[in-house]
């Protein structure tokens, strides 16, 4: 079984500085690791993954993610966050080799950035 | 078409009415998910759907009621539902149902049972 844990619900933050989402993850098999961003009254929009290779990965709107297998995290950073980053962040992960795709959630960070 | 588009985005229904959720998505996508998201909580997996058979059912209540007509379209009927079946209902595709394939979400059926 696999289980996600986001230990910031909130992350209160100032425009223009760096920001980290925590999440760190248990499984008893290989995963692979996401990040999704809900924005209010929206669904879920794909934000980045990892599923091999490099480490790091990075999506077009400035966030990076870090895979470290050894501290089982995947920690989302943005050097300089804008108003518009306000919403809730959910990581993710999925099973390798699982006969369907099934996708356990964190319970969600609200990235709250003030002016 | 890159969207998963669910209908309707508002529903208020009394506990003895019966109603559908739709969703459809025409990129090709063999799996399909429905999840329950109450308020300030992740969503929950509650169907999953892959090549139009039903492969996962979270034990979820008889009272949801999934139908897969064909690749494209995913609906969720409800019948005799309760006040805390009230939640945003999300539709999820993935390009094939393995993992690593990312979902596409829809933006949400945001349903109220009085």
């Known amino acids: 079984a696999q289980s996600v844990t986001q230990l910031d619900s909130q992350v209160p933050v100032f425009e223009e500085a760096p920001v980290e989402l925590r999440c760190n993850y248990s499984?008893?098999?290989?995963?692979?690791l996401f990040w999704y961003v809900q924005y209010p009254n929206q669904g879920l929009q794909l934000l980045l993954k990892?599923?091999?290779?490099?480490?790091l990965v990075e999506s077009i709107n400035g966030f990076e993610a870090e895979f470290n297998k050894s501290q089982t995290s995947f920690h989302l950073r943005k050097p300089s966050v804008h108003i518009s980053d306000t919403a809730e962040y959910f990581c993710?992960?999925?099973?390798?080799?699982?006969?369907?795709?099934?996708?356990?959630f964190g319970t969600g960070t609200l990235l709250a950035v003030q002016p | 078409d890159t969207e998963v588009t669910q209908t309707p985005k508002h529903l208020v229904m009394g506990m003895t009415n019966k109603k559908s959720l739709k969703c459809e998505q025409h990129?090709?996508?063999?799996?399909m998910y429905w999840y329950k998201q109450k308020a300030k909580k992740p969503p929950e997996l509650m169907f999953v759907?892959?090549?139009?058979?039903?492969?996962i059912n979270e034990s979820v209540p008889s009272r949801f009621s999934p139908e897969c007509p064909n690749s494209s379209l995913l609906n969720l009927h409800l019948h005799a539902l309760q006040p805390e079946d009230s939640a945003l209902y999300l539709c999820?595709?993935?390009?094939?149902?393995?993992?690593?394939?990312?979902?596409?979400f829809g933006s949400g059926t945001r349903l109220t049972v009085v």
């Open positions: 999820a595709s993935s390009q094939t149902g393995q993992g690593g394939d990312g979902y596409t």
């Open positions: 499984s008893s098999v290989s995963v692979y």
């Open positions: 990892y599923l091999s290779g490099s480490t």
């Open positions: 993710a992960v999925s099973p390798l080799g699982g006969a369907t795709n099934k996708l356990i």
């Open positions: 990129m090709g996508h063999r799996a």
């Open positions: 759907y892959s090549y139009e058979k039903l492969s």
